[in-house]
């Protein structure tokens, strides 16, 4: 069974810093890109940040750019969002998803986690 | 990156049909997603690439496209599909990706 757990959301005041994980199982992790979207209160979808399945290339949504870094570590199956210099605005349900494939292109967000929030907040 | 515009709100009464419709100047040349997504639940994707329809996803839903404009439609509405839609897609260097606002959909 093709999964993601996501985790390391927690209340945090502004200005701090936060890292989330993203564990994969029932597929070869290292065979995909991999996303992270997040999902404030009571409000849409917002892609966040993209990753190819080597790390080789990463992209981020214009609100995060300079703030926010994704990596993953092939070795555990696990993706990273690192989060500086958080605001209120940031305060989000975060949600990683799989692209469909290696090199994501204008496509889909085909398995996604359950999400870990995350508050900023003084 | 090209915005993607969806109507907030659609209700319908059961067993009659829902049309979401999302437009965006990129639709033309990229392909639209949809997701459902309940209370408290991650999106599942229902319709990929304009028109078709992941395993596991009911007949009644379906997708088209027409220029600047997807639509979702829904035949046959069944409670259990009151929820949000949004649509998505991307910019063609695969650098950046949009999602619609959203729409609730209410089966009255």
């Known amino acids: 069974q093709m999964q993601l757990v996501e985790s390391g959301g927690r209340v945090v005041q502004p200005g701090w810093s936060l890292r989330l994980s993203c564990v994969a199982s029932?597929?070869?992790?290292?065979?995909?890109?991999m996303h992270w979207v997040r999902q404030a209160p009571g409000k849409g979808l917002e892609w966040v940040a993209v990753?190819?399945?080597?790390?080789?290339?990463?992209y981020y949504a214009d609100s995060v750019k300079g703030r926010f870094a994704i990596s993953r570590d092939n070795s555990k199956n696990t993706l990273f969002l690192e989060m500086d210099n958080l605001r209120a605005e940031d305060t989000a349900v975060y949600y990683c998803?799989?692209?469909?494939?290696?090199?994501?292109?204008?496509?889909?967000?085909?398995?996604w986690g359950p999400g870990t929030m995350v508050t900023v907040s003084s | 990156s090209s915005e993607l515009t969806q109507p907030p709100s659609v209700s319908v009464s059961p067993g009659q049909t829902a049309r979401i419709t999302c437009s965006g100047d990129?639709?033309?040349?990229?392909?639209a997603y949809w997701y459902q997504q309940k209370p408290g639940q991650a999106p599942v994707v229902v319709i990929y690439?304009?028109?078709e329809r992941p395993s596991g996803i009911p007949e009644r839903f379906s997708g088209s496209s027409s220029g600047t404009i997807v639509t979702l439609t829904i035949s046959g509405v069944q409670s259990e599909d009151e929820a949000d839609y949004y649509c998505?897609?991307?910019?063609?260097?695969?650098?950046?990706?949009?999602f619609g606002g959203g729409t609730k959909l209410t089966v009255l």
């Open positions: 998803a799989r692209a469909p494939k290696a090199t994501p292109a204008a496509d889909a967000f085909d398995i």
């Open positions: 690439k304009d028109t």
């Open positions: 990129a639709l033309p040349k990229q392909y």
């Open positions: 029932g597929f070869p992790f290292s065979n995909y890109g």
């Open positions: 998505q897609s991307a910019d063609s260097s695969g650098t950046s990706w949009v």
């Open positions: 990753t190819w399945y080597d790390g080789a290339k990463k």
